[in-house]
């Protein structure tokens, strides 16, 4: 009857999230490898809200950072390995996965529930780490997944055990964090040397879908498993990445959903490597029936506009935040930012002439935040049939929607739990207000650690963390950090906090940095943030606070930096940790846009479980045993 359902009467058997009494054992889900693509579409179900009451006390009004069900404990396994994988119809040999499979396999849970994930490194000569994009990891900052900042990476044929809290509900996705292979440097010096990735590793494949059931802000009828919404390259991103350090953005192939898409093979390349495999994702639905979708943007560098002709969207959620619902014909989805909308199968009622019943939906990358291969433009990237009708090729044409490289609508954005937020911060915005720019390159032939190129940053220096001696290990230390750490120390109690990230000068700072006109999706781990100002002016020191909104403003784990404007986020200090802040484009985030939030430094180890720095240690450990040689170029992260 659908996971939800199972979900519910688990809760209902053990007491409607009461105590579990003696009950220890954990619901053990091993998860073993299934097609590249497979079509999971959950059982009809009563979803109401009036039916949601079989959460007790508990539904969408609850504040869900402040009380927390008790649910049960659920157990997987997941696996990273090489595989040769096409999702397009071109055959990528070097691509890399979980457990077979492209995207990796759904993790499912309850609100509440305890997720215990155990995962296993398969490759020869690469380490990883998985990081549970926007889990809040309230009280287990070491499981948050990031290499350089709070474990190091898994080593070979070693397994690492992440254990956390469903604090939230929703949906969100997960993504391997750390690559080292051989291949070229950036100023291709003559030898083989090992290399390290953060970021360029989700992009080859490295990526599946979290999902955490509980109460919803409209009805609905039927539920599916997470759609990702990707941009994909033939070419490793890591060889991409050194292409963008000394260029442009790279142009990626084609548009994937759910791991599947369509390339158009020239003669050359159906001589190499193009199979002409590959098709378009497609559902079939049921007329007068509501469904809910989850989406999520697991792209490189895109911005996408997610339409379906002839359909309406309603907007039921933001990332991980229940909002009140919103309809549109269109909705923006940044990198890493994820909506619930539930789509009401209409069209025949609306369309009662239309012999085709089967319909497109569209991603369309948005203006100036993503490129692609001339020839390969295709946005039609799935269709929609319709039960009862033949399963023809869809005529219908796109609906009428803007393209620019935005974030949704600021007043759309009202959560239902609301947030008051403090208009005196701790801390001194002034002083947290940072310009995402390019750096000025060194004056010099290759050097560690920079290179000679240009890289992004936040703060003077460019992110460069060493990801075998990760930030989490030294939060006793007494000592200042490295600058290149880019640690900013916000060491306040329980208030708020304000920081501002620019995509200009900063008008009280000397002007070092090259400015380019770039937005970029900004993500801070460990919080949802309220987004107190978004604009697409320059900030202004004197004059953009009196515009912040502080009743109830939008709020999410991932915003987008306007390009040549700014975004002002305030989140509060209850949740000590290191915590990475940092923009979601693949590329600038290997390059050094990021910075460590240490919230609380004498409170985190105080707050984890007593055995988390002594697992840390070991693990680092076996990474140090495995001894594989490196010369790093990126970020660290």
Not at 47 to 65: A, C, G, R, V
Not at 413 to 420: D, G, K, R, S
Not at 433 to 458: I, K, Q
């Amino acid at each position: 009857m659908g996971f939800f359902k199972t979900c519910l009467e688990l809760l209902a058997y053990f007491g409607a999230f009461g105590q579990l009494g003696d009950r220890h054992d954990a619901l053990q889900i091993p998860l073993h490898d299934h097609s590249l693509v497979s079509e999971v579409t959950k059982s009809p179900y009563d979803y109401t809200i009036e039916k949601q009451p079989l959460w007790s006390q508990y539904n969408i009004h609850t504040d869900y950072e402040k009380v927390i069900p008790e649910g049960i404990e659920r157990e997987y396994w997941l696996y990273v390995q090489d595989l040769e994988i096409a999702p397009d119809g071109f055959r990528r040999p070097r691509g890399k996965v979980f457990n077979g499979t492209y995207p990796g396999p759904l993790i499912e849970a309850c609100w509440g529930d305890t997720i215990t994930i155990h995962v296993t490194n398969r490759l020869t000569d690469n380490g990883t780490t998985v990081h549970w994009h926007g889990i809040r990891q309230l009280h287990t900052n070491e499981m948050d997944g990031v290499n350089g900042v709070t474990q190091c990476p898994i080593a070979g044929r070693s397994t690492f055990t992440y254990k956390f809290r469903a604090t939230q509900y929703g949906h969100t996705w997960y993504h391997r964090q750390v690559q080292k292979y051989i291949s070229y440097t950036i100023l291709f010096l003559l030898t083989f040397m090992q290399h390290s990735h953060y970021s360029l590793q989700y992009p080859d494949g490295v990526a599946g879908p979290l999902l955490i059931h509980g109460p919803t802000s409209a009805n609905y009828d039927v539920e599916w498993d997470p759609i990702l919404i990707s941009d994909w390259s033939h070419i490793s991103a890591f060889a991409e990445f050194h292409n963008e350090l000394v260029g442009p953005l790279p142009q990626m192939q084609s548009i994937l959903l759910n791991g599947t898409g369509k390339y158009i093979c020239d003669a050359f390349e159906a001589a190499n490597n193009c199979t002409g495999g590959g098709y378009k994702f497609n559902r079939t639905v049921t007329a007068k029936t509501r469904y809910l979708w989850h989406l999520i943007n697991t792209s490189t560098e895109t911005t996408f506009i997610f339409s379906i002709d002839n359909h309406e969207l309603e907007v039921i959620s933001t990332d991980f935040v229940p909002i009140h619902p919103y309809n549109t014909t269109s909705l923006r989805i940044g990198i890493g930012q994820r909506y619930d909308v539930i789509v009401t199968m209409n069209a025949p009622e609306r369309s009662p002439r239309a012999s085709n019943q089967s319909y497109w939906i569209r991603t369309v990358p948005a203006k100036n935040c993503g490129t692609f291969q001339q020839n390969q433009n295709e946005t039609r990237t799935g269709i929609i049939y319709y039960e009862g009708y033949p399963r023809s090729t869809p005529v219908s044409t796109a609906q009428t929607f803007s393209n620019n490289c935005t974030d949704e609508p600021y007043e759309s954005l009202v959560p239902i739990v609301e947030w008051a937020v403090g208009q005196h911060p701790a801390n001194d915005p002034s002083k947290d207000t940072y310009e995402a720019g390019l750096s000025p390159a060194p004056n010099s032939t290759f050097t560690e650690p920079h290179g000679n190129v240009s890289r992004w940053e936040f703060t003077d220096t460019p992110l460069w963390l060493n990801f075998s001696n990760p930030t989490f290990l030294h939060l006793g230390d007494k000592a200042a950090w490295p600058a290149e750490y880019c640690v900013i120390d916000e060491d306040y109690v329980d208030d708020w906090v304000y920081i501002i990230v620019t995509g200009t000068a900063i008008q009280s700072l000397p002007n070092r940095k090259r400015p380019i006109a770039a937005a970029h999706p900004i993500h801070l781990h460990g919080h949802d943030f309220a987004i107190i100002g978004q604009s697409s002016n320059p900030f202004n020191e004197t004059s953009s606070p009196s515009t912040f909104k502080y009743h109830n403003p939008p709020r999410r784990d991932v915003a987008l930096l306007p390009a040549g404007g700014y975004l002002a986020l305030a989140f509060r200090s209850d949740n000590p940790g290191v915590w990475l802040l940092h923009c979601h484009i693949a590329w600038h985030a290997s390059s050094g846009l990021a910075m460590q939030i240490l919230e609380r430094q004498s409170d985190i180890y105080g707050s984890l479980n007593p055995n988390a720095l002594s697992k840390i240690r070991q693990h680092c450990h076996e990474w140090d045993e495995w001894n594989l040689q490196f010369l790093q170029d990126d970020s660290g992260i």
